[in-house]
């Protein structure tokens, strides 16, 4: 048995029994394994410290940082790496190995991880969500979330989910992948993104006449000032959907990409009619 890998681990939390140990089975070659939680009231807890994981308790007071900015400021780290994984969220060997032999190196202050969406009973090899490069294991006092212009109250809840790390220095890119399992029918992804498009609505909102791209990767902030476009572009829902289902090639995913891709088309007319909304309301911005 080779020896724990001097790695902390951040799992953000707030009631996640039912996947929480097998993230922790796949994250348990690490040596430092954090669990911070948002009030679990079913067992969440109880399940990582069972594990050997630390728990810290997050107490959100609806303002800005989040979970996991809170966490990287806030937590004594044992180690100076640190890997962010959520819970519905597994490593693969393949990933173990290469985040062993990258602190080896010291050529970077941190890594892209490539991850794999499972949907319909099935691997979304296309529609532009395979490959999906995010930035989760870097030296902790060199990444920290973004806090883009929209408010933190926009009810998506209390853990940073589309924002991106702003890195301190190069990053490379590691061998294998996250399994990510977020979406285990339709009714959680359509519930997730209604949650979402609140917070795509206020960025609409009120992130005109700044960068969206400053302080990201490169590639990352090009495709953030390419969505910036394509809020101007008229039919986007329809838009949306070719892009992912066509351009992506969505369709090679079969049925499972065909919704996938309609879906998507969905939210992004929930999000712009959202937008819309919060423009004719003053009161609500």
Known sequence: MPEP???SVLIPVRNEAANLAACLRSVAFCDDIVVVDSGSTDGTPEIA?????????????GRYPKKKNWALAHVAWRHEWVFI???????TPELAAALRAALAQDRFQGYYVNRRFWFLDGWLNHCGYYPSWNLRFFRHRLGR????????????????????????????????????????DIATWVEKHNRYSNWEARLQLEAAGSDPGAGLDPGLARKRRLRRLAWSLPFRPT???LYHYVWRAGFLDGYRG???CRLMGWYEFLSAAKARELRRTPGQR
């Open 145 to 184: 979330y973004e806090q883009p212009a929209a408010s933190a109250v926009t009810g998506s809840g209390d853990n940073e989910v589309h924002e991106h790390v702003e890195l301190q220095g190069a990053a490379g890119y590691l061998a294998g992948e996250m399994e990510h399992y977020a979406f285990p």
């Open 239 to 241: 838009l949306r959907f």
């Open 258 to 260: 065909f919704v996938f």
């Open 5 to 7: 890998a001097p790695i």
């Open 49 to 61: 410290r069972q594990a050997g994981a630390r728990v810290v308790d997050f107490q959100w007071d």
């Open 85 to 91: 994984i959520d819970a519905d969220e597994r490593a």
